[in-house]
């Protein structure tokens, strides 16, 4: 069964930092572009950052610079790093996996539950 599992969420002030957590299961992990979305209060899920099992990376624009996505393939793990976070980066982030053609997987996206990140003033 695949499963996704975030933590590091929880409440920060502007200009802090939180790094978060997803643990995938192993069947997935190596095959898999896996991603960090967030949904903010109100508003549509959204990109913020992608890893390739290469390590090649994409992020949303907005992002760029202050966020940087990594991944353990010995921990089956992806983290987002997040710097000078500001009240607009408020949301549930979800992790989630894109298997690739090598993996039994491949056409599925699967998501964890989400994490919530809360930036006060």
């Known amino acids: 069964q695949v499963q996704l599992v975030e933590s590091g969420g929880g409440l920060v002030q502007t200009g802090g930092s939180l790094t978060l957590s997803c643990t995938a299961s192993?069947?997935?992990?190596?095959?898999?572009?896996m991603g960090w979305y967030r949904q903010p209060p109100g508003k549509q899920r959204e990109l913020v950052a992608q890893?390739?099992?290469?390590?090649?990376?994409n992020y949303a624009v907005s992002e760029k610079g202050r966020f940087t996505i990594s991944r353990d393939g010995a921990k089956n793990m992806v983290y987002l790093q997040m710097n000078s976070l500001k009240p607009d980066d408020t949301a549930v982030y979800y992790c989630?996996?894109?298997?690739?053609?090598?993996?039994?997987?491949?056409?599925?996206?699967?998501w964890g539950e989400g994490t919530q990140v809360t930036v006060s003033s």
């Open positions: 192993r069947d997935i992990f190596s095959t898999s572009v």
């Open positions: 989630s996996s894109q298997p690739d053609f090598r993996s039994q997987y491949y056409g599925m996206v699967y």
């Open positions: 890893i390739a099992p290469s390590g090649q990376t």
